[in-house]
């Protein structure tokens, strides 16, 4: 039964939505999203065994990354979201760190990903070029990096007024509003949580710039632009696309 003895507390994103998140995202085939992935390494210019997911949430895409001679290594910045996936990654690394100042030694992986939008938590030009720095560093020549985008076009109609809500038992549930701030490309998602007859509030703001701003970007970033794919396919992005998925690789020395 629901309690009202106390005041919704504020907190960071992902810290109590950590409880809930594999059941907000249980709608996505992160087997069917890693198989596409791999698909797209095949863009890189050396071989792929060592891999770092530097956003992997809850690991859920990062336990299909492993094996076949190949390791992964998960990064997050929330613990919370780390504590989650530590109960199906036992034998993964896991390091909780910003992604702008990435723990990783120089030359230490030959792919580096960033998925489900989480780019889009950088806000600014400065820091994102900051951080195509930090992966560049990371990655061994002709290593691959693969990021990935929503777009203007999916805020301003699926995510423009989307509400949800979702339960794990009578005392535990979740509610989540969204819309997007178009004059200012940010898409704000807003949950409701409740644990245990406590009540906290989280707030996510992504900054939402189109396919031709981010290529811009990368013009200015030391990665060479392979390919930019819509939708989980092989075909070109475009402006109704999505979700963009961009493959950059490091340019081997000569």
């Given at each position: 039964?629901?309690?009202?003895?106390?005041?919704?507390?504020?907190?960071?994103?992902?810290?109590?939505?950590?409880?809930?998140?594999?059941?907000?995202?249980?709608?996505?085939?992160?087997?069917?999203?890693?198989?596409?992935?791999?698909?797209?390494?095949?863009?890189?210019?050396?071989?792929?065994?060592?891999?770092?997911?530097?956003?992997?949430?809850?690991?859920?895409?990062?336990?299909?990354?492993?094996?076949?001679?190949?390791?992964?290594?998960?990064?997050?910045l929330s613990l919370?979201?780390?504590?989650?996936?530590?109960?199906?990654?036992?034998?993964?690394?896991?390091?909780?760190a910003d992604f702008?100042?990435?723990?990783?030694?120089?030359?230490?992986?030959?792919?580096?990903?960033?998925?489900?939008?989480?780019?889009?938590?950088?806000?600014?030009?400065?820091?994102?070029?900051?951080?195509?720095?930090?992966?560049?560093?990371?990655?061994?020549?002709?290593?691959?990096?693969?990021?990935?985008?929503?777009?203007?076009?999916?805020?301003?109609?699926?995510?423009?007024?989307?509400?949800?809500?979702?339960?794990?038992?009578?005392?535990?549930?979740?509610?989540?509003?969204?819309?997007?701030?178009?004059?200012?490309?940010?898409?704000?998602?807003?949950?409701?949580?409740?644990?245990?007859?406590?009540?906290?509030?989280?707030?996510?703001?992504?900054?939402i710039w189109d396919?031709?701003?981010?290529?811009?970007?990368?013009?200015?970033?030391?990665?060479?632009?392979?390919?930019?794919?819509?939708?989980?396919?092989?075909?070109?992005?475009?402006?109704?696309?999505?979700?963009?998925?961009?493959?950059?690789?490091?340019?081997?020395?000569?």
């Amino acid at each position: 039964m629901e309690t009202h003895r106390s005041s919704p507390v504020e907190v960071t994103p992902y810290s109590a939505l950590a409880l809930y998140y594999d059941q907000v995202m249980e709608h996505v085939n992160y087997h069917q999203w890693a198989n596409y992935v791999k698909i797209l390494f095949r863009y890189s210019n050396r071989s792929v065994r060592r891999v770092g997911d530097l956003a992997c949430g809850t690991g859920s895409l990062l336990r299909f990354m492993k094996g076949f001679k190949r390791q992964a290594f998960g990064f997050d910045l929330s613990l919370p979201m780390l504590k989650q996936a530590q109960k199906k990654l036992l034998k993964v690394p896991l390091t909780c760190a910003d992604f702008l100042n990435l723990p990783l030694k120089p030359l230490s992986l030959d792919a580096a990903l960033v998925l489900y939008d989480s780019i889009n938590y950088l806000h600014t030009e400065t820091e994102i070029l900051q951080f195509f720095s930090e992966v560049h560093l990371s990655l061994r020549s002709g290593g691959i990096f693969i990021f990935d985008i929503v777009t203007p076009y999916l805020c301003s109609t699926v995510f423009k007024h989307y509400e949800e809500q979702g339960m794990l038992d009578e005392n535990n549930r979740y509610e989540r509003k969204s819309f997007f701030i178009e004059e200012k490309q940010i898409q704000v998602n807003q949950f409701k949580i409740w644990i245990n007859g406590r009540i906290y509030e989280e707030e996510h703001r992504q900054k939402i710039w189109d396919i031709d701003h981010w290529q811009e970007l990368i013009k200015n970033s030391p990665f060479k632009l392979v390919k930019i794919f819509s939708n989980f396919t092989l075909k070109p992005a475009h402006e109704k696309s999505e979700r963009a998925h961009f493959v950059l690789i490091k340019k081997s020395r000569k």
